[in-house]
């Protein structure tokens, strides 16, 4: 296992008995090993999250007047700490954004378990890289998505919509 020295000093802190040649692996209980089924549903994840990125962002850079229909008529975005609901308030948000360039540096994705969805097919979606808005310095940001599947009727591929969404600048003292 490789680990920053900060890490390694952290997971002392908590866990004592920790050292450099045991892992985590040890001390979490064996988990059951991953069917075929599991994997491909991951990796079915994966590529519908690739797909709506390419979508979300290039939506926010070129055509913003359609990305309120990549969200669900009550979903939320947490923009920076503060919500915004609803189709009309997203689109009047995002018509207020000033021109955007976005560079998505990471991508990870995984599906939510059923259970904590009710039954809705869910992905998790977590985006970093860095935006440059209109007469505004070139900032970092990361962006958690919860997609939802939904019946598409002319296609058997689900239409996947923004249950929630939180942006945050990443911002730090150098």
């Known amino acids: 296992m490789s680990a920053c020295p900060a890490e390694q000093a952290q997971c002392r802190a908590v866990l004592p008995s920790w050292n450099k040649h045991s892992s985590f692996h040890s001390i979490l209980p064996p988990r059951p090993a991953a069917s075929s089924d599991f994997r491909t549903h991951a990796d079915q994840s994966c590529r ?13 850079d070129k055509k913003r007047r359609n990305l309120t229909r990549l969200y669900l008529d009550k979903a939320t975005l947490v923009w920076n700490g503060n919500a915004v609901s609803g189709q009309d308030a997203l689109g009047e948000f995002f018509e207020s954004l000033p021109s955007s360039e976005f560079q998505v540096l990471t991508l990870d994705c ?17 985006t970093c890289g860095m935006v440059k808005f209109e007469g505004n310095k070139q900032r970092f940001f990361n962006q958690n998505f919860l997609l939802t599947a939904q019946a598409s009727p002319n296609s058997d591929q689900p239409v996947w919509k923004i249950a929630s969404d939180c942006f945050r600048f990443q911002d730090w003292n150098n």
């Open 110 to 126: 995984q599906p939510v378990h059923e259970q904590a969805t009710q039954g809705q097919t869910t992905l998790l979606v977590v």
């Open 48 to 60: 519908y999250a690739e797909e709506f990125v390419n979508i979300y962002y290039d939506c926010v």
